[in-house]
């Protein structure tokens, strides 16, 4: 067992809750000794990889990789699941087309498909009202469309 600086207590080094600490008090002391180390290498990687953050964050939400990302943006033809066109929303800060949305159950976290921003957001608040939709369609003497 071995202690940190920050932490009285002694702690297994294998837990998460040390790994968090252990790099807030490594990025600390990197900050002091050199402010710009990070910026450098935060532009050096995004000329390597412009899409890493968004990479990293599908993994850490979704558990999805970079390949399987692409197998399912080609399985999908690069369109949208739902209404079968490609992703039409300009970022405002980048000026560049959003990738698609990874669309997936918030209960079970299973992934369904990839889908455009508009019917990812339709969908998102389809799912959170379906239950007064069919509740007012099952209601006797409502109108056929």
């Known amino acids: 067992m071995t202690t940190l600086k920050s932490v009285a207590l002694p702690v297994a080094t294998n837990t998460p809750e040390y790994k968090r600490a252990y790099a807030r008090e490594y990025m600390a002391r990197i900050r002091k000794s050199d402010p710009g180390r ?40 690069g ?3 739902i209404c079968r066109l490609p992703e039409r929303y300009v970022n405002k800060r980048s000026g560049l087309v959003d990738p698609l949305s990874i669309d997936h159950n918030h209960r079970t976290n299973h992934v369904r498909g990839l889908l455009c921003r508009n019917c990812n957001r339709q969908l998102g608040w389809y799912e959170d009202a379906m239950s007064n939709i069919n509740a007012y369609l099952a209601r006797e003497g409502t109108p056929d469309g």
Not at 48 to 69: N, S
Request: hydrophobic residues 35%.
């Open 38 to 77: 990070y910026k450098r290498w935060e532009e050096a990687r995004n000329e390597r990889e412009p899409d890493w953050r968004q990479a990293a964050a599908r993994k850490r939400k979704y558990g999805v990789t970079r390949e399987q990302y692409a197998v399912m943006f080609l399985e999908q033809n």
């Open 79 to 81: 369109v949208c699941a």
